[in-house]
């Protein structure tokens, strides 16, 4: 099959040199599976020779004017994380680069008008609070497919005596209502180890290197208050002892407490951590479980045969 990716080489989300690697290293397997033939700049769409176009725009901000591709025969998906994202013009202050993000009502209407019969979104919480209404539930229920945010790295193995005893805190602490309330206030939390976010200190590991950063930890904090971020599934397969904000749909692709994950709230986070802290051995087989749901099944790997097997049964079975 003839697959053509329509993204931005440039892009904050996909360049080399992102910080947050897990869509780019998603992005990599794909090209791995499919050997694809890219577009990224302005054309007809009778200039594309493919069977399936996946365009692959994670926060909408690549505004590629392709004529007539409404009209183009192929398959098309099209791959949108963030769906509390607003529209926002700005620069990238890494790359001194102009960015116009779109919001959930342009970035719909945008690929219906591309003709794009599938959305892929790593998060069902955030599809049908903010796309579902959107598009309406019986739109939503044919265009949904949903794999998560999938880690690109080998997994960690290992001992966890053999790691920093501590209980890593990571990540952004914007507290504007984007989700991050729990986050903030765990992160001040006895027994927590807090290091800034790579864009406050360009000294800490981001990008590729930043799994191998996790595996040094015995402990990791994924909250996030509306859904799922990139870390649920990023400390698992690191090995760390995840501590994690409860979400339905994590439960739905194996998250359970004291087996794979611990969940925390407000009211037991202290008690769950220090427990931990202090027993740090004991919890060896809920990391091993952890590492083991994502290995197996929510891999970069994994999600490019999921988008392979969805082509499969489109293009060839139905």
């Known amino acids: 099959m003839k697959l053509v ?50 365009f692959w725009d994670v926060n909408s901000c690549h505004h590629i004017y392709i004529k007539g591709i409404e009209k183009h025969s192929a398959l098309k998906i099209e791959y949108i994380s963030d769906p509390p994202q607003k529209e926002s013009v700005g620069i990238y202050k890494r ?6 993000k779109l919001g959930a009502k342009q970035r719909i209407y945008r690929l219906l008008d591309r003709g794009v019969k599938y959305i892929i979104c790593p998060t069902k919480k955030g599809f049908w ?19 998560p945010q999938a880690p690109w790295f080998e997994s960690g193995k290992g001992s966890l005596s053999e790691r920093k005893q501590e209980v890593l805190a990571n990540g952004s602490v914007s507290n504007d ?24 200190d360009n000294s800490i590991p981001m990008g590729k290197k930043y799994g191998e950063f996790l595996k040094q930890w015995a402990g990791g904090l994924a909250l996030c208050d509306t859904y799922p971020v990139v870390k649920y599934y990023e400390m698992p397969l690191a090995g760390c002892v995840t501590f994690m ?11 359970k407490d004291y087996e794979t994950c611990v969940y925390v709230t407000k009211d037991n986070f202290d008690e769950r951590i220090k427990d ?11 990391a091993n479980k952890g590492r083991e749901l994502v290995e197996k099944n929510y891999t970069a790997k994994h999600f490019a045969e999921f988008l392979e097997r969805k082509i499969i049964e489109e293009l060839y079975e139905s």
Not at 245 to 255: A, D, I, K, L, P
Request: include cysteine; glycine fraction near 4%.
């Open 129 to 147: 609070e903010h796309y579902a209404p959107i598009l309406g539930e019986e739109r939503a229920e044919k265009m949904f497919m949903y794999f």
């Open 276 to 286: 931990f802290v202090n027993d740090i051995p004991s919890y060896q087989n809920i």
């Open 5 to 54: 990716i329509v993204y931005n080489p440039n892009d904050n989300k996909t360049r080399a040199d992102t910080y947050s690697y897990i869509y780019r290293g998603m992005l990599d397997a794909v090209v791995e599976k499919f050997n694809p033939v890219y577009v990224s700049q302005d054309c007809n769409a009778d200039s594309i020779d493919a069977d399936v176009i996946l």
């Open 245 to 255: 904000s409860y979400h339905e749909e994590c439960e739905g692709v194996g998250f």
């Open 95 to 100: 790359y001194n680069m102009p960015v116009h």
């Open 177 to 200: 209502g984007i989700g991050y309330d729990f986050r903030y206030w765990a992160f001040q939390r006895p027994n927590i180890t807090f290091v800034k976010h790579y864009l406050s």
